[in-house]
Nanobody
Framework: QVQLVESGGGLVQPGGSLRLSCTASGLTLDPYNVAWFRQAPGKEREGVSCTRHSDGTTAYEESVKGRFTVSRDNAKNSVYLQKDRLKPEDTAVYYC????????????????WGRGTQVTVSS
């Protein structure tokens, strides 16, 4: 059974940092594109980033560029989302998702999803 499990969420003050992890079981993440999404209360889910497996490049949604960074550790079958200079508007449930596709964008369909981890940015 394929599972993606997010972890690392929590409460952080504005300007602080968090690192989210997305760890796969039943699936080797290496050949998959991995995207991060978030959903704030009362809002639709939105894409945050998409990392292409073929060359490791990551596309970021405009509001997180320069603040969020994605990395992968294939040995740990994990992908990480480093979030710096957090803002209250970054408060959301964060999800990771994976698909096997040449192209990589959060507007595409994804085959596997995690259940999410809550991130709250508040003083």
């Amino acid at each position: 059974q394929v599972q993606l499990v997010e972890s690392g969420g929590g409460l952080v003050q504005p300007g602080g940092s968090l690192r989210l992890s997305c760890t796969a079981s039943g699936l080797t993440l290496d050949p998959y594109n991995v995207a991060w999404f978030r959903q704030a209360p009362g809002k639709e889910r939105e894409g945050v980033s998409c990392t292409r497996h073929s060359d490791g490049t990551t596309a970021y949604e405009e509001s997180v560029k320069g603040r969020f960074t994605v990395s992968r550790d294939n040995a740990k079958n994990s992908v990480y989302l480093q979030k710096d200079r957090l803002k209250p508007e970054d408060t959301a449930v964060y999800y990771c998702a994976a698909h096997n596709n040449i192209l990589c964008h959060w507007n595409m369909d994804f085959d596997y999803w995690g259940r999410g981890t809550q991130v709250t940015v508040s003083s």
